[in-house]
C-alpha cells in the first residue's frame, strides 16, 4: 500500500528543492548558470532533489525509499544550513544581502529543514545502518573539492552580486574559507581536513541519532503495556 503522507510530503520537498534553485538562478547572483554548480549549497539541494525523485518512485512502486540515501542525503543538507547559519550568513549580511529573502531561506533553511524533518517522520529503516557507512558518505565533500579544482582549472572563476555596492565581486575559490591567496595553503588545508573531520563528526551524530529512535520508540512501547 503507498504511504500515501510520505509521498505528499516528499513531493513538497521536491517542489520546494526546485522552486529554490531554480529562484535562485533566476536572481542572477551569479552570472552563469554553470558556476551555480561550483557552490555546495546548490549540489546539496540537487542532491535532495534527486534523492526525493528516487524516494518517490519507490513508494509509487509499493516500495519502501532507501534509508541510507535519506540520511546520507540529510547529513550532506544539514551541513549546508549549519556552514551557512554560523559561518557565512554574517559576512553575507555585511555585504548587504537580505537574508530573509525567500530565494536564500528555500536553499538554506527551508529545504535542509525539511529534508529533516522527512527522515525522522517518514524513514521506516531507522537503526538498520551499518557503523561503517558513513566512513563512504565522505566522498560527497572529498569530490565536491576536487570538482571546484577542476573548474578552476579549466579557467572557471566564482562570481557574486554586492547588493551594497551594486557591482560583482570576482574571486577564485566559491567560499572565503578556501581563499588560499588570502589565507594560504596551510590555512585551507587544515579548514579541508577540519570540514572532512565535521563532515563524519555530523554523519555519526545521525549514525546514533539513527539507532537511539527505534530504542526508544520500543523503550515507550514497553512502557506503555
Known amino acids: 500500500m503507498i504511504k500515501l503522507n510520505s509521498l505528499i510530503y516528499k513531493i513538497c520537498l521536491l517542489i520546494c528543492g526546485i522552486v529554490g534553485l531554480t529562484w535562485n538562478i533566476m536572481m542572477k547572483v551569479h552570472p552563469t548558470t554553470l558556476e551555480y554548480w561550483g557552490y555546495y549549497t546548490y549540489l546539496s539541494n540537487l542532491a535532495v532533489c534527486v534523492a526525493m525523485v528516487f524516494s518517490i518512485i519507490a513508494i509509487i512502486r509499493n516500495?519502501?525509499?532507501?534509508?541510507e540515501l535519506t540520511l546520507w542525503t540529510t547529513v550532506i543538507i544539514t551541513l549546508t544550513l549549519l556552514i551557512y547559519h554560523f559561518a557565512l550568513r554574517p559576512g553575507y549580511q555585511a555585504k548587504g544581502y537580505n537574508i530573509l529573502h525567500g530565494a536564500n531561506l528555500f536553499v538554506h533553511y527551508i529545504v535542509p529543514l525539511g529534508m529533516i524533518a522527512d527522515y525522522i517522520f517518514f524513514d521506516e529503516d531507522k537503526g538498520s545502518l551499518k557503523w561503517f557507512m558513513p566512513l563512504y558518505w565522505i566522498a560527497f565533500p572529498l569530490g565536491y573539492y576536487l570538482w571546484i579544482n577542476i573548474y578552476i582549472?579549466?579557467?572557471g572563476r566564482f562570481?557574486?552580486?554586492?547588493?551594497?555596492e551594486n557591482q560583482y565581486e570576482y574571486t577564485k575559490v566559491p567560499y572565503w574559507f578556501l581563499n588560499y591567496e588570502v589565507m594560504g595553503w596551510s590555512k585551507v588545508i587544515f579548514v579541508i581536513f577540519a570540514f572532512v573531520a565535521g563532515f563524519l563528526v555530523l554523519s555519526y551524530i545521525f549514525w546514533g541519532?539513527?539507532?537511539a529512535i527505534p530504542l526508544y520508540k520500543k523503550h515507550l512501547t514497553n512502557k506503555s503495556k
Open 153 to 155: 582549472w579549466c579557467g
Open 209 to 211: 541519532l539513527d539507532k
Open 159 to 164: 562570481t557574486t552580486w554586492l547588493p551594497a
Open 63 to 67: 516500495r519502501k525509499p532507501s534509508h
